[in-house]
């Protein structure tokens, strides 16, 4: 089990511009291609896509679906607990809606509090600001991070599930939500993922259980995960 850094809010994509310190963060292309290539080379894996499974919680349920549905020569299996499953989705209108915001409002707060901060032993490590966006708007930090909204389709879930790009993981692919998951509308969104998948043809777990976007369900999702699909290689 690898369980790699991945930002505080660092959206597993390559970055399209610079943080205020003045790098770029590339965690696709670090997890991706470079990780999986080091894991391989130094431990005894089953380096088929057959071998790997690949999932993750909340932004990390964004980051597996994205990973996923853009290499599926990599990974063979792939799992999503509360997951972003939409960076371009409204919300829905209902001002009595817990978290009643979109995603892309939820993903630059997310920005504006910790860019690409990682988290050390518990605490941000940000000292001078140096891992946050300079963009002044809401539009700019998001064009930093992602790119132009043109470009979005290539590796958000929602459209990658619309354009087949989960066909090769049917059979292969979980998706976990509580139906209390009200926070950030998660539930709705994800539950719009799977009608998707249902749509396409895409076989898939869908788990839509009691419980909220918290850590007491995602362990009970990640047992049942391990120990039923990612258990059982294809």
């Not at 549905?69 to 960076?87: E, H, K, L, M, Q």
């Not at 910790?114 to 140096?130: E, K, R, S, T, Y």
């Not at 929602?158 to 292969?172: I, K, M, V």
Request: aromatic fraction near 12%; hydrophobic fraction near 40%.
């Amino acid at each position: 089990v690898v369980m790699p850094e991945g930002g505080r809010s660092g959206w597993y994509v390559d970055w399209a511009s610079n943080t205020r310190g003045g790098f770029r963060p590339l965690w696709e292309t670090f997890h991706v291609d470079q990780l999986v290539r080091w894991v391989d080379a130094n431990f005894n894996t089953d380096a088929r896509p057959a071998g790997r499974a690949i999932a993750g919680l909340s932004m990390g349920g964004f980051g597996a679906l994205s990973y996923a549905g853009r290499n599926p020569s990599v990974f063979g299996t792939v799992a999503s607990f509360s997951g972003g499953t939409d960076i371009d989705a409204t919300h829905d209108g209902n001002p009595s809606t817990p978290g009643n915001k979109d995603a892309a409002q939820i993903v630059d707060e997310a920005l504006v509090l910790a860019g690409a901060a990682i988290v050390d032993q518990g605490f941000l490590w940000d000292p001078l600001l140096h891992y946050r966006l300079p963009g002044t708007t809401r539009e700019q930090r998001l064009t930093q991070v992602f790119g132009p909204r043109s470009t979005w389709p290539s590796f958000n879930p929602q459209d990658l599930a619309e354009n087949g790009g989960y066909a090769p993981f049917s059979g292969r692919l979980a998706l976990y939500t509580g139906r209390d998951d009200s926070d950030f509308e998660i539930g709705r969104w994800n539950t719009a993922l799977h009608d998707t998948l249902v749509a396409e043809g895409v076989a898939h777990r869908w788990c839509n259980l009691r419980g909220n976007h918290d850590w007491r369900y995602w362990r009970v999702h990640l047992e049942h995960f391990m120990t039923t699909l990612a258990g059982n290689p294809a």
